[in-house]
């Protein structure tokens, strides 16, 4: 299986070198721009992400609130799984990186000596995305975004074919998406637990909300007001 992509004449190996060949033809503090994102930035954006995602679902109603923060604590976790799903699936396959096998490349990235196949950093973004797509359509299309840029950037770099991209992707899909039913059933709950706790539950639900998604900005101020209404009414 090491032998994926040896040819020059393979086609996964013409689009290496017309991506990669970018860098060579690009000024050098694009290259070292492209690179932090690359590696850094875009794994940074995707958190970011989560964090605004979080930020706007806790301001839902309380029924909503709770399965959406649970879908977005998918997210991340979706990554890891997929990662680790990722680690057989490398040593399987043992591709070595592109530049070990093809001359010419410029490549941005030194010191990669693992496997090529897949990309952990198109793995992870994607299977993030998707989990972000799951909790706020608006926050997953953005962050599908994130992770097709992030799969270029690596092809850019020198540092991976663009079938190990491809590969990530799917892979970060299939587990994001294959496994949510069996993480939102034992992630709801938890979320809803948190949600009706005193000190916890703006994690879920905006602060000055009660658990019945009615504004309360004074303990008791309701019940007093529900109790002066039947005095009226009496």
């Known amino acids: 299986m090491a032998g994926l992509a040896e040819s020059g004449s393979n086609p996964d190996v013409d689009l290496l070198y017309d991506i990669n060949g970018l860098a060579k033809d690009a000024p050098h503090w694009l290259d070292r721009v492209v690179e932090f994102v ?3 930035g875009l794994l940074l954006a995707m958190v970011l992400l989560v964090l605004g995602c979080w930020w706007s ?10 399965s959406s923060v649970a879908a977005l604590v998918w997210a991340p976790l979706a990554a890891a799984v997929a990662v ?6 490398r ?6 990186r592109p530049f070990l096998d093809h001359q010419g490349l410029e ?3 030194s010191g990669k000596t693992d496997y090529s196949f897949v990309s952990d950093h198109a793995t992870i973004t994607m299977a993030m995305a998707v989990g972000l797509f799951v909790a706020n359509r608006r926050f997953g299309v953005v962050g599908i975004g994130v992770a097709l840029l992030e799969g270029f950037c690596r092809v850019y770099m020198g540092v991976h074919y663009p079938t190990d991209v491809v590969g990530g992707f ?3 899909t ?7 039913p069996l993480a939102m059933a034992l992630l709801t709950p938890v979320a809803k637990a948190v949600e009706r706790s005193p000190r916890a539950g703006w994690l879920v639900r905006a602060r000055g909300t009660s658990y019945e998604g009615q504004e309360s900005v004074v303990p008791g101020a309701r019940q007093a007001a529900n109790a002066e209404e039947r005095d009226l009414a009496a």
């Open 84 to 89: 680790l799903v990722n680690v057989p699936i």
């Open 57 to 66: 679902v806790r301001r839902r109603s309380a029924e909503d609130a709770a």
């Open 107 to 109: 490549v941005l990235v």
């Open 91 to 96: 040593g399987f396959v043992e591709r070595p």
């Open 174 to 180: 299939a587990v994001a998406l294959l496994l949510s």
């Open 170 to 172: 799917a892979l970060g």
């Open 38 to 40: 690359g590696e850094y």
